[in-house]
DNA sequence: TTGCTCCTCACGTCACGTGAGGTGGC
DNA sequence: TTGCTCCTCACGTCACGTGAGGTGGC
């Protein structure tokens, strides 16, 4: 027999965590003394302490521990419990050796540039929508020729859904796709806002859905869209810095947040690029 | 503006983390509506909603977010936290694949033997202790000429110390070294007690201080020492799986937490197993 | 009127660590 | 008498999830 003490000492744990897997019911002291509440121990329950302790190294909690030990669990059940935990692990280890492939990314940024940077770029799943959209394609995909392009579509969309008593049912998104034809730098300039009706015959803007993206990098840029340059610049680092891989072509799709009139220096937009892992 | 509601979709975040977010003063809403209490945020915002959800990302704490964004941490201060991050990363992968080649090493063996095993292995590290003990050379390591050869040293040793008053301070330590001389299979067996004397000139008895072991792979064993086989081999087996490698020749220290007079049968023995990282 | 969104508590999660306040035997 | 070990509460940890119970505008 034991003291709580001593077991502690001889199974390497605290006389805390005794008393806790007493109190759940893990692992009961042999004996207690009725008077001074005192706890007592056998060596035999090393054993299962050591089993406890086993399991647990192997990442599960103390309850299926105790399921594991007490439960009777037969083979099969064991078994499938294994794999869950093997895949958990996988799965975690995966998500942790990216997380320290962006804090490697981070170090190497402020070691080469000396301060850390202000923008920051997110992953996330955009689900997919439906929208109506007015298109024309535009020189190339610089901020000078898409400005010109993009501005009367919006215009006229706005007349056309409000003629048609469309409401728009979000904030305006705007997406890009290399324009068929003989210039590799034209781009089609989709402009589009969020809308819940049917695609009909009479409509004079097209009404399609647009695909979710299903890992999306996000930037979210204040300010003209002339100065789009840097924004999509740093999207483009942070892509490569991470392991990532651009796909359509780079292209970004753009909401407009925050439009308020006049000066476009208030301008909140968000830019959102397709990428896969490289 | 955007509705609580609106800003989460946004930013992908729940609604209650936002709620949580302004709780704590990470991420305050840009205006409150003083009769109901609805919180609404701007675009503007969006930016450290993302700057918050990258340093989470990262695997920082909702605290040291807040201390970054806001307290303004300089370069230097930055590049430690990230340094810190990479090692604790770095440190959890290791554990996180040391974990999954035991669990895969008990899907091994689940699959081969069709059933679980009842002895737990542990690993331990074992402090390093005084001892007063007496030697002797066995044939070899086998149960039959151990048991023979340490009996009587144990009754040697209980008496002398007794005789020169020094009481013992913990159960009886056995271990084993390759025995210098002829036979490769003969050892030298030591029989010992821990003791909390100075070694003296007029001992008949040596006291000197056994060397903790940095890792020890562990078997709490029940029942004769004439069984001690299996244990020892259930542990050798435990090393191969897992990745590790015996040291000193693979001899066991045996601590014996219960030995009860009369049969063998009720002796509780931990078998100590010095290993490294194959 | 029914839904929908928003609000404020406040408990639950997981495995203990860490006092606080007190007792019994050497 | 002083230390040492043991005891029982009970709060704190971390980042929210999840009701409970209620309100205001379409």
Redesign the pocket.
């Given at each position: 027999m034991f003291?709580?003490?001593?077991f502690?000492g001889l199974g390497r744990m605290?006389?805390?965590?005794l008393?806790?897997?007493d109190a759940i019911g893990l692992l009961r002291?042999a004996h207690?003394d009725a008077?001074?509440?005192?706890?007592f121990y056998t060596a035999a329950q090393l054993s299962r302490l050591n089993r406890i302790i086993a399991l647990?190294d192997l990442g599960?909690?103390?309850?299926?521990v105790q399921v594991i030990l007490d439960e009777k669990v037969d083979v099969t059940e064991l078994r499938g419990m294994l794999r869950l935990r093997r895949a958990q692990l996988a799965e975690q280890l995966a998500a942790d050796s990216t997380r320290l492939a962006r804090v490697e990314a981070r170090l190497r940024l402020i070691e080469s540039e000396g301060h850390m940077n202000t923008e920051e770029v997110v992953l996330k799943h955009v689900p997919s929508i439906r929208i109506a959209e007015l298109t024309a394609v535009a020189a190339s995909y610089g901020p000078e020729d898409i400005g010109p392009t993009i501005s009367p579509l919006y215009e006229q969309l706005i007349g056309r859904l409000e003629a048609a008593g469309v409401k728009m049912t979000g904030p305006p998104i705007a997406y890009y796709d290399p324009a068929p034809g003989d210039s590799a730098e034209a781009v089609t300039t989709h402009a589009a806002f969020p809308v819940a009706v049917e695609p009909g015959p009479d409509q004079d803007f097209a009404v399609v859905d647009l695909p979710a993206i299903e890992t999306a990098a996000t930037l979210i840029h204040r300010g003209s869209m002339d100065g789009a340059d840097r924004p999509l610049q740093v999207v483009a680092n942070w892509i490569d810095e991470n392991g990532y891989r651009a796909l359509g072509r780079g292209y970004a799709r753009e909401v407009y947040l925050e439009v308020p009139p006049g000066d476009q220096a208030n301008w909140v937009t968000e830019f959102q690029v397709p990428v896969v892992k490289a």
């Open positions: 003291s709580i003490g001593e502690a605290s006389v805390r965590m008393r806790h897997y002291p207690v008077a001074s509440g005192y706890r647990k599960f909690t103390l309850q299926q």
